[in-house]
């Protein structure tokens, strides 16, 4: 069954396995660019573990490990990330913690909730879905700025902790909207870049001190993930060598934003890129209006997911029917995105193909795709579009900074 892209929570796990490496070869100077490089020093004769003596006293030995890269999309949705091994997908809601006075499954198993709890700067926070069900005071917001401000550290830092081991240095490669680039990319990756000291909190209580090193940032505009997931193998290299030919149209539907893009033989184009708000939210906030106005609840946009899933809503014991309204205004979210497209490409009647993305582009892609003149490439069903620009991100980051290496953790 495909995942939904308006599914709350979603990880994926791949398999690891235990490697003894090699010997490292000798390092040359200009190799330990890019490069973890550890040494053990035998002095007077003395050896420890890995050492080896050599007769002069005092021997070095250097052993090479890729650095690890992450990708992390910070949604005003969902934030999203993955190592290439595994992927966290979590709700970008925050929440004062509370003390649980029960941490245990009502009728016993294992439970599906994602328990995301982290202090960081001496301050402890409830993440994701654990805020939306356990939280008095929960924090949300579709505010640039007071996102960026408030919002963006303890996301990333969160999923960060969860995927990357302690002390190890990480590269990150994360998005902004086309809109907020310029204005934020360097705020955002000084926020981000350094040594964090986090504590992780599972759900026996159980705390995890770690540190995150953060070794550099790069800031891309949000849409170009998903052009480097398509074109870009998991090692970083070049796998779709017809997209570096070709005028592709990029239609990013995020939830509070729509971001379009032009990468004509991969040149970024400043008139054929634009953000706009005709995000999922937009849909959303008119379905908990009409449920406003018939329950008398106002209903939070993040907690309309399943819902909207769904198909319906329980609000004080009476259910709700909502597919006729959310098909109406999932049509109408589309028809202006395709007028916006027609607005902003209308000069660009070249372009080789369009590329629906993001999760609310696989959400509105049955109603979009018709309405839009010229090629456009199919999503795939069975795939989770909230993570192709993720993705894209963490492989552009191999692109960068270890290009044909394998992974860190399968080899060193």
């Known amino acids: 069954m495909a995942p939904s892209p308006l599914r709350g929570r979603g990880r994926g796990r791949g398999g690891q396995r235990e490697h003894h490496p090699p010997p490292a070869p000798p390092i040359k100077g200009g190799e330990l660019k890019g490069c973890i490089v550890s040494w053990i020093v035998t002095i007077k004769g003395k050896r420890g573990p890995g050492t080896r003596d050599s ?100 996301l990333a830092l969160t999923a960060a902790a969860r995927l990357v081991g302690n002390f190890l240095p990480v590269n990150l490669v994360t998005g902004l909207p086309i809109g907020c680039y310029r204005h934020h990319k360097d705020e955002l990756a000084n926020i981000l870049q350094g040594e964090h000291q986090v504590v992780l909190v599972d759900g026996s209580g159980k705390r995890q001190e770690k540190t995150i090193n953060i070794n550099k940032v790069r800031v891309i505009p949000q849409p170009f993930g998903s052009m480097f997931n398509l074109m870009l193998s998991e090692l970083g ?46 849909a959303f906030n008119v379905i908990a209006s009409k449920l406003r106005e018939k329950s008398g609840v106002n209903v939070e946009l993040y907690r309309l997911y399943n819902a909207v899933e769904k198909g319906s809503i329980k609000i004080r014991g009476k259910e709700y029917e909502l597919e006729e309204l959310t098909e109406q205004v999932f049509a109408q979210l589309a028809t202006a995105v395709a007028n916006e497209v027609d607005r902003l490409w209308v000069d660009d009647w070249d372009i080789d193909r369009m590329v629906i993305t993001g999760g609310g582009g696989a959400v509105l892609a049955r109603h979009l795709q018709p309405l839009l003149k010229g090629e456009v490439q199919a999503i795939d069903p ?15 980051g191999r692109h960068l900074w270890a290009r044909g290496a394998a992974p860190a953790g399968e080899t060193d």
Request: charged share 30%.
């Open 237 to 282: 290299e070049l796998s779709d060598r017809s997209l570096v030919k070709e005028k592709i149209g990029l239609i990013d539907v995020g939830f509070r934003t729509s971001d379009y893009t032009i990468a004509d033989q991969m040149r970024y184009s400043e008139r054929g890129s634009r953000t706009t708000d005709s995000g999922i939210a937009r």
């Open 382 to 396: 069975a795939r989770d579009a909230r993570l192709f620009n993720v993705l894209g991100y963490r492989k552009f």
């Open 55 to 154: 007769g002069l006293g005092t021997e070095f030995i250097f052993r090479r490990k890729n650095l690890e890269t992450l990708g992390i999309d910070i949604g005003f949705g969902f934030t999203k990330a993955t190592n290439g091994r595994e992927n966290l997908i979590f709700k970008s809601v925050l929440g004062e913690p509370t003390e649980l006075q029960f941490r245990e499954q009502i009728l016993g198993g294992e439970s599906s909730e994602e328990h995301l709890q982290l202090e960081v700067d001496g301050k402890s926070s409830f993440i994701g879905e654990l805020a939306e069900r356990q939280s008095n005071v929960r924090f949300f917001t579709l505010d640039q700025a007071q996102f960026i401000a408030r919002f963006a550290k303890i």
